[in-house]
Each structure stands twice: as C-alpha cells, then as structure tokens.
C-alpha cells in the first residue's frame, strides 16, 4: 500500500494476487471468438482492397492475397496488445489485459511474437493447447509461460 497525494492506491502483484485470475479461462476463450470474428471481418475487407488494387496492377496486386490472413491477425494483435490498452477489443470486452510478469505493459514487438507463438500452438497443438491452463500457474497458455506474459483481469 502506498499513497499518492493522500490517497491510498493499491498495486496488484500478478506474482502474488490470485483475484487477478479469476475467470480469465473462460472469459480469455471468448475474447478470441470476438477477435476471431473481428479479424475475420478486416480480411475481408482486406481482401476487397487487394482485389480492386490488382486490377489496377495487372493482376500483381492479387500476389498479397496469400499474406492478407497472417499480416491483418498480426498487426491487430500487436498493435491492440502492444497498444496503450494492453489488450485485444475481444479482451477489452471480456475485462481482461496482458501484462509482463513484473506487470509492465507489453509492446508492439513483443506482443507481435506473442500473436506468432499464439498462432503457431493452436496450429500445431490444435485445442490442447488449452490444456496447459488448467495445469499452469495463473492460467497460462504455453505461449504466455515461453514469452513471461500473463493476462489478467483489469481494473
């Protein structure tokens, strides 16, 4: 506890303070249907962009379509984590932010390769990547313990 200008404030340790974590497994599964759809959403429109910029190029506008999926999802979460918020709009909705495990807010790199190694699980491990939350310390996710991230409740 400290105080600021006579106020008390109190700051959460996301080492130590197990209300930080309550409900975030499943508010966190939810948070990425929202940004699932979100992200979904832009591609499309995305891919309406690169179309009409093909036909202006000659048909070499249309090589981006292979890229527009990954680059629109890894600019959305880096920019969203790595932003101000520290969180996706499906985490904001959900009441959650990422923090580093000193509590420091997450920057546009780091949450660039926290989207890639995100990605690159569900890819590969398919849904039971899931799994390592139920075993984990504060309900980590595999790419959260490998890059020392933890989402929390805000507020």
């Given amino acids: 506890m400290s105080t ?17 974590f309550d409900g975030v497994r499943t508010r966190r599964m939810f948070a990425f249907l929202i940004d699932a759809v979100l992200i979904a959403l832009m591609t499309i429109l ?6 009409v910029f093909g036909v202006f190029t000659l048909g ?25 918020r520290s969180a ?3 985490m904001r909705t959900m009441g959650l932010e990422v923090r ?6 997450l920057n546009p790199g780091i949450a660039a390769v926290h989207a890639v190694l995100f990605y690159a699980s569900v890819s590969i491990l398919t849904p039971f990547v899931l799994l390592v939350a139920l075993f984990s310390d504060r309900k980590r996710l595999l790419h959260d313990l490998v890059l020392g991230t933890v989402v929390v409740n805000r507020g």
């Avoid at 995305?46 to 179309?51: D, E, G």
Wanted: proline fraction near 9%; charged fraction near 10%.
């Fill in 46 to 51: 995305a891919y309406v962009v690169v179309a």
């Fill in 4 to 20: 600021t200008h006579d106020r008390p404030t109190y700051v959460a340790d996301p080492l130590t303070d197990w209300r930080l």
């Fill in 100 to 105: 580093m495990l000193d509590g420091g807010r």
């Fill in 88 to 90: 996706t709009i499906g």
């Fill in 60 to 84: 070499l506008g249309w090589l981006l379509f292979p890229l527009l999926w990954p680059g629109v999802a890894l600019l959305y979460s880096a920019f969203s984590m790595g932003g101000p």
